[in-house]
């Protein structure tokens, strides 16, 4: 059984086992939202050149990236110049005895779609498969390792069960890990993330339970833990295991986690470390950004913090510093298993087209393991979409009033705007929310393939040619005519089985196959 199975594996058994206990949200999606926002606009004032580090450096550009916020594009390309400068200067030996550079490093690499087998001709990935330098430090060293490792997916032969076994073989009799003599919430909420992947594993799972008893006698009333760290590794913990913010158990009088972690950040969007701190503090305000991206990405539904196979690229490709350009199918780090299946796509036709987006990461299904193939599309979803197979760099704009700046698709309607891949439904308005019809979706389509190069145009003749082929072609739109008959000349819509139908919704599993032939015809599905 693969990583990313045992993973969907563990959360389905685990989710069924407590779903009983989990509360509704006391922080709507909304509230984290502008949360979130807020937090990142501080961090670019905050860190406004990130450089390898633990403070300024990999955790902030972490948050950015996992946010969905909007980050200007030369703050990415910034961070890859400095980070390439600083593996060459080091002769790609970030540190003899503290492996958890390497680990920390990886993880920012992935989150912004860079390559960490190929930082300046050095592997960074590669120190991690020395099992005895990583454990140098004790249980730390291990627990970042395996989110390092995980949140790509990377192989690395068996040295992953090394590493679990490791980390189980420390836990205090209290349910805690910690790397003095006794438990705290911090290591704890650490081991917790690092054993999500693997919930599948009988003793890991007994372990996280135990773990969770533990936290549940040691957080206070209003949802904290005593520090900013603490609560935020534990809060990052809740959303790597599927339990979300608002775990019943984890809920202080009444205050969830979410609750506790913002009680401790300021009006700005900063955080401070401990209560009655007079000002802000910078780990714990990177610490807190990507606890509420955590958090958000959770209530939305979306991959967790760590589990980074929805990355789209960050870093353009075009830096002086001869960072070489990305292929547009590169979406996330390339992975060497069979890929990625669910559990109710079983015979259904469009099978291969919906495992190959999600093993390049354009999507990540449901949740608990659904797909839901059947079910329609928003304008909003089938927009994020198309962004991820271009692979393009989600950037918000105000093109559109009924697009909250907050929003999760924000990001890709307004790059699917800025390179004309979608103009809006008219009164400057997009209908995000709007289920996309055939028609609609051809048209993006098409524009789609207009910037892989294809030639989209055809002549009148052909338009009416292939449109006079099915019953229903004058329920085209004649702003949609020359999209739907290149769609069906293309071989981008399957004719057979779909003919036109303009004004039908299109369902998920429609939308797998269209893109999937999209990147067939582009020529997108090499290795």
Excluded at 56 to 65: C, D, F, P, R, S
Excluded at 202 to 231: C, H, M, V, W
Excluded at 388 to 395: A, E, H, S, V, Y
Aim: charged share 15%.
């Amino acid at each position: 059984m693969n990583r990313l199975r045992q993973r969907c594996v563990g959360l389905l058994v685990l989710s069924t086992l407590l779903m009983s206990l989990v509360l509704p949200a006391a922080a709507g999606t909304e509230r984290i939202g502008q949360a979130v926002q807020t937090s990142a606009d501080y961090m670019l004032t905050a860190v406004p050149a990130p450089a390898v580090g633990s403070v300024g450096g990999e955790w902030a550009v972490i948050g950015l990236a996992r946010s969905g916020c909007n980050v200007p594009q030369d703050y990415w390309d910034g961070y890859y110049q400095r980070v390439e400068q600083t593996v060459k200067n080091s002769g790609g030996v970030l540190h003899q005895r503290k492996y958890t550079e390497y680990s920390r490093l990886v993880l920012a690499l992935t989150a912004v779609g860079a390559d960490p087998t190929d930082v300046a001709g050095y592997d960074l990935l590669a120190p991690l498969g020395d099992f005895d330098k990583v454990v140098w430090q004790g249980v730390n060293g291990p627990i970042y390792a395996l989110l390092a490792l995980d949140c790509g997916d990377y192989e690395m032969g068996q040295v992953r069960q090394r590493y679990v076994d490791y980390i189980l073989a420390r836990q205090f009799p209290d349910g805690g890990w910690s790397l003095t003599d006794t438990s705290d919430p911090d290591l704890t909420g650490m081991a917790l993330q690092a054993l999500a992947s693997y919930q599948s594993q009988p003793k890991a799972a007994a372990a996280i339970q135990k773990a969770l008893d533990y936290l549940s006698g040691e957080q206070n009333r209003n949802g904290s833990f005593d520090t900013l760290e603490s609560t935020a590794q534990v809060l990052v913990a809740l959303c790597e295991l599927g339990l979300g913010p608002n775990y019943a158990p984890l809920t202080g009088s009444g205050n969830t986690l979410l609750d506790g972690l913002l009680s401790f950040r300021r009006s700005d969007g900063s955080f401070i470390h401990a209560y009655g701190q007079s000002g802000n503090d910078q780990m714990a305000s990177e610490q807190g950004l990507y606890a509420l991206a955590a958090a958000v990405r959770a209530t939305e539904g979306r991959a967790s913090l760590y589990h980074m196979d929805d990355v789209t690229i960050c870093v353009s490709g075009e830096s002086v510093s001869g960072l070489p350009g990305k292929h547009p199918d590169v979406l996330a780090p390339k992975r060497t298993d069979p890929g990625r299946t669910f559990s109710d796509i079983a015979g259904h036709p469009s099978r291969t087209a919906i495992e190959a987006l999600a093993q390049r990461g354009i999507t990540a299904g449901k949740g608990n393991g659904r797909f839901d193939p059947d079910t329609a599309l928003t304008r909003g979803e089938f927009t994020t979409l198309i962004v991820r197979t271009l692979g393009l760099t989600p950037i918000s704009g105000n093109a559109f009033r009924d697009v909250a700046r907050t929003a999760w698709y924000a990001g890709f309607v307004g790059t699917a705007h800025r390179y004309g891949i979608v103009s809006g439904v008219g009164a400057g308005k997009f209908d995000p929310e709007g289920t996309i019809t055939r028609q609609q979706a051809a048209v993006m389509v098409t524009k789609a393939a207009a910037l892989c190069g294809m030639e989209t145009g055809l002549t009148q003749a052909k338009i009416s040619d292939t449109l006079s082929l099915f019953g229903d072609y004058p329920a085209v739109s004649s702003w949609a005519r020359a999209s739907v008959a290149f769609c069906c000349r293309s071989g981008i819509w399957d004719n057979s089985a779909w003919g036109i139908q303009p004004n039908k919704y299109v369902s998920r599993a429609e939308m797998a196959q269209m893109l999937y032939n999209l990147l067939s015809v582009c020529h997108m599905l090499g290795g």
